[in-house]
T-cell receptor, first 115, second 115 residues
């Protein structure tokens, strides 16, 4: 079974600086999706960035980028120029290419942004 | 377009009472999910519907939880009777369905506290 591990329960970053959130996963599948979701306090979960496993190029969305290392089964999120609004829980998630209902989430990392 | 709607946003009940949650997915989304998110953990899938049929309910505690999606649109999740360990946020999510990639959208969740 696929598992997703986020080893950093909490992280903090100074406003305008860069922070990297870690995620590792375990799977025997060769095709899958990886996601980072953001969940602000008392607000709904939104998709930050997505990576298809067959793509070698790391995904980028404005200030958010990933470092996808397929062989190492690692998928970290880098947030550049951190803003106060980036403060939230961040969840790493895995979804099977073959099975839309097989979505696994990590335990989350709480990111604090200091002014 | 309107997002995934859920109600109520908050609910406090005593153990052994019953409770029901409602979800209205994004219009046209055939696939609907219910997740349970216990404090400090990532969301865990409870049940997945494709239109009005159940695709996966392997992690639904069927002795006390039930869910339905009678007309393939709105869905309700019921707990009867509730236990203390059911305290969690219940998230509803939907996507269009189909084999190609499509994004899963989440509702704001219902925070349940069982006393």
């Amino acid at each position: 079974a696929q598992t997703v591990t986020q080893s950093q329960p909490e992280m903090s970053v100074q406003e305008a600086e860069t922070v990297t959130l870690s995620c590792t996963y375990d799977t025997s599948e060769s095709d899958y999706y990886l996601f980072w979701y953001k969940q602000p306090p008392s607000r709904q979960m939104i998709l930050v960035i997505r990576q298809e496993a067959y793509k070698q190029q790391n995904a980028t969305e404005n200030r958010f980028s990933v470092n996808f290392q397929k062989a190492a089964k690692s998928f970290s999120l880098k947030i550049s120029d951190s803003q106060l609004g980036d403060a939230a829980m961040y969840f790493c998630a895995y979804r099977s290419w073959y099975n839309n209902n097989d979505m696994r989430f990590g335990a989350g990392t709480r990111l604090t942004v200091k002014p | 377009e309107a997002g995934v709607a859920q109600s109520p946003r908050y609910k406090i009940i005593e153990k052994r009472q019953s409770v029901a949650f409602w979800c209205n997915p994004i219009s046209g989304h055939a696939t609907l999910y219910w997740y349970q998110q216990i404090l400090g953990q990532g969301p865990k899938l409870l049940i997945q519907f494709q239109n009005n049929g159940v695709v996966d309910d392997s992690q639904l505690p069927k002795d006390r939880f039930s869910a339905e999606r009678l007309k393939g649109v709105d869905s309700t999740l019921k707990i009867q009777p509730a236990k203390l360990e059911d305290s969690a946020v219940y998230l509803c999510a939907s996507l269009t369905g189909g084999r190609s990639y499509n994004e899963q959208f989440f509702g704001p969740g219902t925070r349940l506290t069982v006393l």
